[in-house]
């Protein structure tokens, strides 16, 4: 059990900080690519830098942690279908 | 080369499949006639074979519960009943006896058959004398019984989207954090451009040879 946990958190560690690294990566590229296609008028850097800043602050950030908690409530689950159903 | 390439890719699928046929729960349309209990010696067969916390301080054998069993098609199968705890594969089956006891309690003769489907994971091999490990135990109608397997259906296509993201990932990763530095590296200099593209440009050659095309 413990080795399950200890080398389950570190894969579900590796998978967040991918998952966030991607994530953020898209993000500002979305931005760029809006900056250059519709606004074009103004600063390009201070537009994608406040961007990231409401990304940061953001909502969708946060979801991120799912990539953690969804495996997690499924070897629960599956613990529970298997030994009590 | 093309052969070891064709070798190479035989090898890893013939894995592949060997491992996800091992690992997936399958299910078997069974009438149970018995089941056992047998002291089994371990050799190195003992992979195939559930490995307890207790055996690995130097438990050789240990006793094993077994259930028998004919299947709708009337070719016999042995199931072992072992419990994986936290271990691989990632069952987290703790219920063993309970399972030897529904599993007895389905035990029914030729002339009044009761169906069960048994869910299961492994390979029977009578060579090697090992057998596949009973998960759960489910009445089912008859011996024609069919089982959509949404297990696996699930478990595949999460692994599918995994690398569909891990691809996705990569890809973003190249046209944002590789291919911007090889740009700069082409408008530094003419004659650099064509050292630093070979790096790059041999590493794209070498890949293509993969896909059978001449090497640039």
């Known amino acids: ?85 | 080369m093309r052969y070891v390439k064709w070798t190479f890719w035989i090898i890893l699928l013939t894995f592949l499949f060997s491992f996800f046929h091992y690992t997936l729960p399958q299910h078997d349309i069974v009438r149970v006639v018995r089941v056992y209990e047998e002291r089994q010696d371990f050799d190195w067969t003992g992979i195939f074979w559930a490995n307890p916390d207790d055996q690995s301080t130097g438990l050789t054998n240990r006793d094993v519960q077994f259930i028998q069993t004919i299947r709708s098609n009337g070719k016999p199968m042995v199931y072992r009943n072992e419990d994986t705890g936290w271990r691989w594969p990632p069952y987290f089956k703790f219920d063993t006896a309970n399972l030897q006891t529904e599993a007895s309690d389905a035990i029914s003769d030729k002339d009044a058959p009761e169906w069960y489907s048994m869910t299961h994971y492994g390979w029977r091999n009578e060579l090697l004398s090992i057998f596949p490990n009973a998960v759960a135990i489910k009445p089912v109608a008859g011996p024609d019984a069919r089982i959509i397997p949404w297990v696996n259906i699930v478990i595949l296509a999460t692994l599918a989207i995994i690398l569909f993201m891990l691809w996705r990932m990569w890809v973003q990763f190249r046209e944002r954090s590789i291919d911007p530095v090889l740009e700069d590296i082409d408008e530094a200099s003419g004659a650099a451009r064509d050292r630093a593209r070979g790096v790059w440009g041999r590493f794209v050659g070498w890949l293509d040879t993969w896909k059978g095309k001449p090497r640039r």
């Open chain 1, 1 to 85: 059990m413990i080795r399950l946990a200890v080398f389950g958190l570190i894969v579900l560690a590796v998978a967040y900080v991918l998952v966030s690294i991607y994530s953020r990566s898209v993000r500002r590229e979305k931005l760029e690519k809006k900056w250059d296609n519709e606004i074009k008028t103004g600063d390009r850097d201070a537009y994608i830098a406040q961007g990231m800043r409401d990304y940061d602050t953001g909502f969708r950030k946060k979801l991120i942690i799912l990539v953690v908690i969804v495996p997690i409530l499924i070897v629960g689950g599956l613990l529970y279908a298997v030994n009590f159903m």
